[in-house]
């Protein structure tokens, strides 16, 4: 069973710069999430995603990050304009859908550094 | 607020040594308890989990840990530490509201000496 993918692996911007960030799932997890890791802490939940409807984006920063998953499958996570703060490695994670799927699975993340 | 901590940045044991890997956690209603180890620019990957039942769940690699409802712990332990298991190691909970998304703590580096 192929994992979940992410490109790119590395990215490296300018601030006020656009970035986007791609994520395949693996194949029938309903459920994908997209995490921010910034160095020494914990992943925190930026947005998830149940089929192509957002679940909970309450810590999305809304006026600079987007994130959609149109057809339920592959999503995109974009930022613009990017600021320093936003240098982190980026998470997606999915799961099969119902309280009885436990488990999230990660991808390899994209690790973004604005200058 | 659901939160989970984990006191010790850095675990330093001998190979061969038991090691363990603290982890705290608040919550209200009944904690989903996960352990991830991330290796470098790797992503995470699960290790195990408690949901309920027996206190002692044993995971992957030979890691096991032990939930204690009093003590709102759920330490990560190996008999046996082995130098290829150092890595960052994550505590997570997942409390099924209207989300299932997991609450990370800040990570605990474990390093392994031969």
């Known amino acids: 069973e192929a994992g979940v993918a992410q490109s790119p692996r590395y990215k490296i911007i300018e601030k006020r710069q656009s970035v986007a960030f791609w994520c395949n799932p693996i194949s029938g997890h309903a459920t994908l999430y997209w995490y921010q890791q910034i160095l020494g802490q914990g992943p925190k939940l930026l947005i998830q995603f149940q089929n192509n409807g957002v679940v909970d984006d309450s810590q999305l920063p809304k006026d600079r990050f987007s994130a959609e998953r149109l057809k339920g499958v592959d999503s995109t996570l974009k930022i613009q304009p990017a600021k320093l703060e936003d240098s982190a490695v980026y998470l997606c994670?999915?799961?099969?859908?119902?309280?009885?799927?436990?488990?999230?699975?990660f991808g390899p993340g994209t690790r973004l550094t604005v200058t | 607020a659901q939160s989970v901590a984990q006191p010790e940045d850095q675990v330093n044991v001998a190979e061969g040594n038991p090691l363990t890997v603290k982890c705290t956690y608040s919550v209200s209603g009944n904690p989903y308890l996960f352990w991830y180890v991330q290796y470098p620019n790797r992503g995470l990957q699960f290790l195990l989990k408690?949901?309920?039942?027996?206190?002692l769940v044993k995971g992957s690699y030979g890691f096991e840990a032990e939930f204690n409802k009093s003590q709102t712990s759920f330490h990560l332990k190996k008999p046996s530490a082995l130098v290829s298991d150092s890595a960052l190691y994550f505590c997570?909970?997942?409390?099924?509201?209207?989300?299932?998304?997991?609450?990370f703590g800040t990570g605990t580096r474990l390093q392994v000496f031969p």
């Open positions: 994670a999915s799961s099969s859908m119902g309280v009885s799927s436990y488990e999230q699975y």
């Open positions: 997570a909970v997942r409390v099924l509201t209207n989300t299932d998304k997991l609450i």
């Open positions: 408690y949901i309920t039942g027996d206190n």
